[in-house]
């Protein structure tokens, strides 16, 4: 088995005295911590990256005496670092004032110092980890095994890859409201005068990927580049050996492949051939909002085919508010007519939908409070529906929606028709030859409900 890795650390790793075994169980402990980083679940270890690692996960996963096969070596050559469990007995190991309330394990974390993929290299290991071995749905693994990869070109994007590509700097109104996102993924609200005295303090005020953050620019390029990369190279290794996988996860039903969490940036360029072909994104435009559109029309749709529990519904008075949201839904044109109705960017249109789908109804903002003015029916649907249920549960059920409608409904009808398709959410991936049955099949599907959609060109 080979794993792309930094040059710099599989250099490191020949040149410190570990044994061969050692190696081997170092270097899969490198994709096994990039394994968890990439999924962590705890948002604040994609900021500074470290995750935690149970002893017996270790022991499960290595060796008995993992410790001293490979850990106390990595330790001590500051290659990674390890933070002290707690419990009653050692509480004097940590510094800080902040005592943890409840007993917590390990946490690993690499030296960045080591995680430059500027350069990278494959390493051999002579066993591989057991992971993903929950039962997977064959016909999309077969899809998998049959595309053939440009691993070349794979390899440069995430070598090429720059954060600094994704930030700008707006400039600052005074007068408005910025919601501005913590490193751990938390946000809070600062008045643009607030955010000048601290540019004036020596602070940058940068958007990345439609989100406003306060603090050193650089070092925030830094370590998004380290934590993407990671996130790529982990998904590269696991194409380049052929593991795949692919699972119906069980909160949202959604079905998770080596591809649902691929970068767009590794969809371009013919990175992705299958029998010869171009993959084709067959894709739904405006998708949640499209959903959110049929689930208010729909309620005993919703019901009998996606309710594992018990969803109360809002008895809200639609207005005609409701009609040009389902009109732009439609024609694929939310977020730009959004953008002229309510007088702000299509970004930040779309960003702003996002925020109102995603957040909990007590969220508000200079953005919401202009697409509310937009469609104040629809938002106090969604505003409702959160109340009633919690706001977690309101993406879930959208997301529920999407599942069925692609896995459950539109596939099986591919299928009988013999034609061949990816999955990835809310879009199909096939060959250029079969887009034309593909999207007709789509499409009267969809009319046969009653769902309004567009499909992306």
Not at 181 to 192: H, I, L, Q, R
Request: aromatic share 14%; proline share 3%.
């Amino acid at each position: 088995m080979d794993i792309l890795i930094p040059k710099k650390l599989k250099n490191e790793l020949k040149n410190i005295g570990l044994s061969r075994a050692g190696t081997n169980h170092a270097i899969n402990f490198y994709q096994f911590y990039m394994r968890e980083l990439t999924f962590a679940k705890d948002d604040s270890h994609k900021t500074n990256n470290y995750v935690y690692i149970p002893s017996e996960t270790m022991r499960t996963l290595f060796t008995s005496k993992y410790f001293t096969e490979f850990v106390k070596i990595l330790k001590k050559k500051r290659i990674i670092s390890r933070r002290p469990f707690f419990n009653g007995a050692n509480s004097n190991l940590f510094k800080s004032p902040m005592i943890p309330k409840e007993n917590k394990c390990f946490e690993y974390k690499f030296n960045p110092k080591y995680l430059d993929f500027k350069d990278v290299s494959y390493c051999t290991v002579n066993k591989k980890l057991k992971l993903d071995s929950e039962a997977n749905e064959e016909y999309h693994i077969q899809n998998l095994k049959n595309i053939v990869f440009d691993f070349n070109k794979m390899k440069e994007v995430i070598e090429n890859y720059n954060a600094e590509d994704e930030i700008n700097f707006p400039v600052v109104n005074p007068k408005i409201i910025y919601q501005i996102k913590f490193k751990n993924s938390g946000a809070y609200y600062c008045t643009g005068k607030k955010i000048l005295e601290k540019i004036d303090d020596g602070m940058s005020f940068f958007e990345f990927r439609n989100q406003y953050y306060i603090g050193d620019s650089d070092r925030f390029i830094i370590e998004k580049n380290m934590q993407i990369k990671l996130s790529y190279t982990y998904s590269f290794n696991k194409l380049y050996n052929d593991e795949y996988y692919a699972r119906r996860n069980s909160t949202n039903f959604r079905l998770d492949t080596n591809i649902t969490n691929l970068s767009k940036r590794f969809f371009s360029d013919n990175i992705m051939i299958w029998n010869g072909e171009k993959l084709v994104e067959i894709d739904l435009r405006n998708c949640q909002p499209a959903l959110l559109a049929y689930a208010i029309e729909n309620i005993d749709f919703i019901t009998k085919n996606i309710q594992d529990g018990f969803y109360l519904f809002p008895e809200v008075e639609l207005g005609a508010d409701f009609k040009i949201f389902k009109d732009y839904v439609e024609t694929g044109m939310l977020y730009d007519n959004l953008a002229s109705d309510a007088g702000v960017s299509r970004d930040k249109a779309k960003n702003g939908i996002f925020e109102i789908l995603f957040s909990s109804q007590k969220f508000h903002s200079s953005n919401k409070k202009k697409i509310k003015s937009v469609f104040p029916s629809v938002i106090s649907w969604v505003d409702e529906f959160k109340k009633l249920n919690g706001y977690k549960e309101f993406s879930i059920m959208l997301q529920k929606l999407e599942s069925f409608l692609f896995l459950d409904y539109l596939l099986p009808e591919i299928q009988n028709k013999k034609h061949k398709v990816l999955t990835k959410h809310d879009c199909f991936l096939c060959k250029k030859s079969d887009e034309k049955e593909v999207r007709e099949i789509v499409t009267k599907k969809f009319n046969k409900i009653g769902f309004r959609h567009k499909l992306s060109a």
